[in-house]
């Protein structure tokens, strides 16, 4: 048996001496304490330091801190996606020097790729936003679209812009509304309005992430192409001028009430159901129904469609 496969014998006793002592202050303290020779003392550390469940907890490297496993984990594997990422760009970098990607001009304008698995698409949108120098623009809607607000601080402590749209019911969700508070604390632009169609971000005004609306897993389609990203800048520019700001820490409806009411409105006079209605526009069926019940007292409507006609008319009217 070699001295790193007997060293390795030795990681979990090693690393549960850092946790109850709190941490490994000397080597050979450690090695005499646990009965294992300084050698294989060494070589355990230097395994647990490389799977970064310890760190040097001093200048001269000698004190070694335990780390949460779960932390651990997400280390390595935020390691690991940077690190598949940056192959992968650095394959398609090859391929398009030699042809095989981008064999002419016109190819060249239009390129289309989909990512599936949570992993990859954390592992590209990091490597994206690593590269990104100038703008990104979000439309935050429905489907399976985690939680980027620490990438997005990243980018604005950068110096990028970070402008966006998402739905109004971001503003009930308290969670939500302390993470963009934090966000707009820190320099970017959230507006809300009452029904974001999909979830994408174009990064300076060039590469698109159109994220699926599969709500099973998450996946994304990465766009390459100028005239699809004009697109998108027009409809975000589009939604930005029709949007709400959104100010202070204030939560709730309040100061969108009557842009929701003339979508739920719109709607209601289509005939849908409180259940449709409330899905198309990302809100519970119980705060839906509580803005119906509003509108109908105001309109003095006896009924649900009645009160969308009389609603959608009044706000036709009003434009």
């Given at each position: 048996m070699t001295?790193?496969?007997?060293?390795?014998?030795?990681?979990?006793d090693v690393y549960r001496y850092a946790e109850r002592k709190g941490a490994i202050e000397a080597?050979?303290?450690?090695?005499?304490?646990?009965?294992?020779?300084?050698?294989?003392?060494?070589?355990?550390?230097?395994?647990l330091v490389d799977s970064r469940l310890?760190?040097?907890d001093d200048g001269a490297g000698e004190r070694y801190a335990p780390v949460d496993p779960e932390l651990a984990a997400a280390s390595l594997v935020s390691t690991v996606e940077r690190e598949i990422y940056r192959r992968r760009e650095l394959i398609d970098q090859i391929k398009e020097r030699v042809g095989l990607v981008r064999p002419s001009p016109e190819a060249s304008r239009s390129t289309v790729d989909y990512l599936v698995g949570a992993m990859e698409v954390r592992g590209f949108l990091k490597t994206a936003s690593d590269a990104c120098r100038?703008?990104?623009?979000?439309?935050?809607?429905?489907?399976?679209?985690?939680?980027?607000?620490?990438?997005?601080?990243d980018l604005l402590a950068r110096g990028v812009t970070v402008r966006i749209i998402c739905q109004h019911r971001n503003r009930a969700d308290i969670g939500t509304r302390m993470r963009m508070k934090r966000l707009t604390?820190?320099?970017?632009?959230?507006?809300?309005?009452?029904?974001?169609?999909?979830?994408?971000?174009?990064?300076?005004?060039?590469?698109?992430?159109?994220?699926?609306?599969?709500?099973?897993?998450?996946n994304v389609a990465r766009v390459h192409n100028q005239g699809i990203a004009q697109f998108f800048l027009d409809l975000f520019n589009h939604l930005?001028?029709?949007?709400?700001?959104?100010?202070?820490i204030d939560f709730g409806y309040a100061g969108v009430a009557?842009?929701?009411?003339?979508?739920?409105?719109?709607?209601?006079?289509?005939?849908?159901?409180?259940?449709?209605?409330a899905r198309k526009l990302g809100m519970s069926v119980r705060s839906c129904r509580r803005h119906i019940a509003t509108m109908m007292r105001d309109l003095d409507a006896t009924?649900?469609?009645?009160?969308?006609?009389?609603?959608?008319?009044?706000?036709l009217t009003a434009e």
């Open positions: 001295l790193m496969s007997f060293a390795r014998d030795h990681v979990m080597i050979e303290v450690a090695a005499a304490d646990l009965g294992i020779d300084v050698g294989e003392m060494r070589e355990a550390v230097c395994h310890l760190r040097p100038d703008e990104v623009l979000v439309l935050q809607g429905g489907g399976v679209v985690g939680d980027l607000s620490e990438t997005y601080l604390d820190a320099g970017a632009s959230v507006y809300t309005v009452s029904h974001v169609p999909r979830s994408a971000t174009v990064f300076d005004r060039s590469l698109v992430v159109l994220f699926g609306a599969d709500d099973t897993e998450a930005w001028e029709t949007a709400t700001p959104l100010e202070g009557d842009d929701l009411q003339q979508s739920i409105a719109v709607l209601m006079a289509k005939g849908y159901t409180d259940e449709v209605v009924s649900r469609f009645q009160a969308g006609v009389q609603a959608a008319r009044k706000y």
